[in-house]
């Protein structure tokens, strides 16, 4: 999922929460380690590794998997710095610095050329426009045109056409509905039909027939949105589509290979406390249905679709701290179970899915710290 705002002006019901628990922990120093070791982790069926640490911080950043192979992580709080990950000696090299962008919840994404997008997000004491392209061949970042709209906590989704959809956000107004194209071949922006709702820390996936499904996040009046809507590039439209069961923000959604869409956890039931519940989507129907709750509740958490089709959700937070914990999700079987524990607890961090098949983790409060997950049988 996208980068969460962590400051700045009008704090959310739930976000002040998160703010503040958010300052505490990149305060306090190195965290202690999970209890859960490497032996036990290995008996469990898949285990967590520690690898090499990032050379700054990049709190709020984003990460994406490049064509070559390694993972690029950029910005983040106070930070135009970018770094590169090489799955095969574990290490973090700079990667420049980027031009416009010194910002936290912006998003990262790879375009068909090999290029990588960065745009929006919050920056010093307002949302902004700016926009970074990175050329991973000579390693230098360039400007492009700025966004239509200034946002944050906003989704970026990459379609087949190659074009980039960036939809809601927040902005000094609040959440808004608005929604925009990024054309590579041309490097500008053009304006596309609004959502039906103002959204902004909700969640955008990429359907098998091409339409984005968009879902959940907070709405025009600070409430959490339960509802979905579908993006037709075909057409350029928006239509409602059928709605989870209660609204969520600070969730994952993840797509599965039968072609249905997960969503797990988030914020929050009837009492502000994080969830545990999970929900299925099914784009024939357009109907959500419950699926096995997780075994604790997590918002702000990571999710990611394994090579064998299972999906791995670790940390985030929940009413009693970061967790460093982990589980599976089986799509055939509709149930979860625990697998090893992070070294470290982490929300609000980064993952990347590796070609191996690892799962790289960094920030969330660990400071510089990455680690991997090696699958079961990985």
Not at 216 to 244: I, V
Not at 271 to 285: C, K, M, T, V
Not at 344 to 372: I, K, N, Q
Request: include cysteine.
């Amino acid at each position: 999922m996208g980068s969460l705002r962590l400051k700045g002006n009008g704090a959310k019901q739930s976000g002040a929460l998160i703010v503040s628990v958010m300052a505490m922990v990149l305060n306090a120093g190195p965290p202690a380690r999970a209890a859960l070791g490497d032996h036990a982790s290995r008996r469990a069926g898949g285990y967590w590794v520690l690898t090499g640490s990032t050379q700054t911080g990049h709190e709020g950043g984003s990460m994406a998997l490049i064509q070559s192979g390694d993972a690029l992580l950029a910005g983040g709080q106070w930070t135009r710095a970018a770094e590169r990950y090489d799955p095969s000696t574990g290490r973090w090299t700079s990667a420049g610095s980027m031009v416009d962008e010194e910002a936290d919840a912006l998003t990262e994404t790879v375009l068909r050329n090999g290029k990588v997008l960065v745009a929006g997000g919050f920056e010093s004491v307002s949302a902004t426009r700016n926009a970074d392209v990175y050329d991973p061949t000579f390693g230098t970042w360039t400007t492009t045109a700025h966004m239509v709209k200034a946002r944050f906590d906003h989704t970026a989704t990459l379609l087949p056409s190659g074009r980039v959809l960036v939809t809601g956000g927040g902005n000094s107004r609040g959440p808004t509905a608005t929604a925009e194209l990024y054309q590579p071949e041309r490097g500008r922006w053009i304006p596309v039909g609004s959502m039906g709702q103002a959204r902004e820390g909700h969640q955008a996936v990429l359907l098998r027939t091409g339409k984005v499904l968009v879902v959940g996040g907070e709405g025009a009046r600070g409430g959490l949105l339960a509802s979905a809507e579908l993006y037709d590039p075909d057409t350029g439209t928006w239509s409602p589509t059928g709605s989870m069961a209660q609204g969520r923000w600070g969730f994952n959604a993840t797509p599965l290979p039968n072609g249905s869409v997960l969503v797990s956890g988030g914020c929050c039931d009837s009492s502000g406390l994080s969830l545990s519940s999970a929900e299925l989507y099914d784009p024939e129907s357009g109907v959500w249905s419950p699926t096995m709750d997780m075994s604790v509740p997590r918002e702000w958490a990571q999710a990611v679709l394994l090579h064998d089709g299972l999906v791995l959700v670790a940390g985030g937070y929940s009413t009693y701290g970061s967790l460093a914990s982990s589980e599976l999700y089986d799509p055939t079987t509709g149930t979860w179970s625990l697998t090893g524990s992070m070294n470290y607890p982490r929300s609000l961090f980064l993952t990347a899915l590796l070609s191996d098949g690892r799962v790289l983790a960094v920030t969330g409060g660990a400071h510089e710290s990455s680690e991997l997950y090696v699958p079961p049988f990985g």
